[in-house]
């Protein structure tokens, strides 16, 4: 018995079907994306010159794996409280936040190419309806790029890349508002610890005027002792005005910071934290795969990468699949006989012929654009190994000029007494006594700005070496109390 002769229609249907079948087959057993180069093949193109040593050369690195919560090491609760505020409320933090939000959304959307497009059209009415014609029914249409050459699945890759250097990206910016923070406390007590020694000196000077006019009223010395000290106290008073100001604006900085009104009325603590002990640096060679700002530059060489192949793939035939199923009527006139509803299924094939150039020049562009990417990262990544180095010698210095000045400081000290006891008896005049109470203070402010820069230098160098200013996710994060600084 012979099988029934097969329409024209159903002839193109079944021929439509087998090619997209076969387009399937060459898409699942097609082109594997090529994968972006790892770290070490960036490092090794972007820093062909740089021999990491084996340890940091700076003195004071300590061995061992480099710690996160740092900022309980200052043992300060309100500076907690702070950092705190800060990350919840920083108005530069938010924004960072929303890059990534939108970064997120644009990989998600790339992904969504990946799918079948299905769009439905429907019409109803009768005699009187739209344009009299009567037709009414549906049509149910769906649209798949078959991505043969991976130009989707390449924008995807790019687009996910872009979403983690975003996340980078931000989890350095989170870190560098704890580190402003810090350091904004820190130097906001170093500005109220000046204005305390800048009221300290004025006490002492006024005790010098005391001293004058007593030494004029006994004959042992003239009025112009008198003159010269209430000078010298109104030169003090002048630089108390002038650090009450610089503690005002230090103030205002941080509550900026913090997400408040900068009205400088927050408080800080009345001293500089204890200072933390020596801390873990790690190895050099970990530093490119530990600092945020380093991965986000790795990711974004990742999405050039990525954008390259896609650009290359745009030069290529793009494939389509179609399908679709319709039902339509009409009260007016009567249609063409056939089936209804009428399915179909069929291919479409869209080839660049000529585009001027646009296509190649858009590879290139991507091309330059690499580079660009590899050379950021080269300048990232060696801007992280400096900072490491330059807070390193930092704080060692730091360290050392606070020693000399402490001692400094209570040689002044002892020399200023003996001085004013010889002032007292007549057998030093006031010039002697005002050089050594101004080398007194001086000192005294220099070594309070270096036991502020000490602590500076500190986080610094904790922002420098990747470390987190929160617990590691095994450890209990201590409780804060909150709004400790308002």
Known sequence: MMAPRMTAPRRLQAIAAAVAAALVATMVAGCILNKPPDAAAIKEVALPTVQIPAKWTGVGAGAGVVSDNWLA?????????????????????????????????????????????????ARGGGKLSGDGSGIQGGVLSATWEVDLWGRVRYGRA????????????????????????????????????????????????????????????????????????????????????????????????????????????ATTTPRLPDYPGEIPTGLPSELLERRPDVIAAERRVAVAFNRIHEAKAARLPAIALTTGVSAISSDLFLLKDHDNPVWNVGANLLAPIF??????????????????????????????FGEVESALAAEIAAREREQILTQSFADYRQAVTVVQTQFKVGSTDLRFVEQRQLALNATRSSLIRVQAEQRVQRVNLHLALGGSFEPSPATPTPAVPVGATH
């Open 355 to 384: 585009k001027g150039g646009a296509l190649k020049t858009q590879v290139e562009i991507r091309t330059a654009e690499q580079k660009q990417a590899v050379a950021e990262y080269a300048a990232v990544g060696l801007r992280a």
């Open 158 to 265: 790019a687009s996910a890349a872009q979403f983690a250097s975003a996340q980078a990206d931000f989890e350095y910016a989170r870190e560098s508002i704890a580190a402003l923070v810090a350091k904004s406390w820190f130097l906001a007590i170093e500005a109220e610890l000046q204005v305390q020694a800048a009221r300290e000196a004025i006490r002492a000077s006024e005790e010098l005027v005391r001293l004058a006019d007593d030494r004029t009223r006994i004959g042992v010395a003239d009025e112009e002792d008198v003159f010269v000290a209430r000078a010298d106290g109104g030169g003090y008073r002048d630089a108390l005005r002038q650090l009450e100001l610089a503690r005002e604006q230090a103030i205002r900085a941080l509550e900026i910071l913090l997400g408040r009104y900068p009205s400088a009325a």
């Open 73 to 121: 090491g200052f043992r300060d609760d309100q500076l907690s409280a702070a950092v705190a505020e800060a990350i919840g409320h920083n108005a530069d933090l938010r924004v960072a936040a929303a890059r990534v939000e939108q970064a997120q959304l644009h990989a998600k959307l790339a992904g969504a190419k990946l799918w079948p497009s299905v769009d439905l059209l």
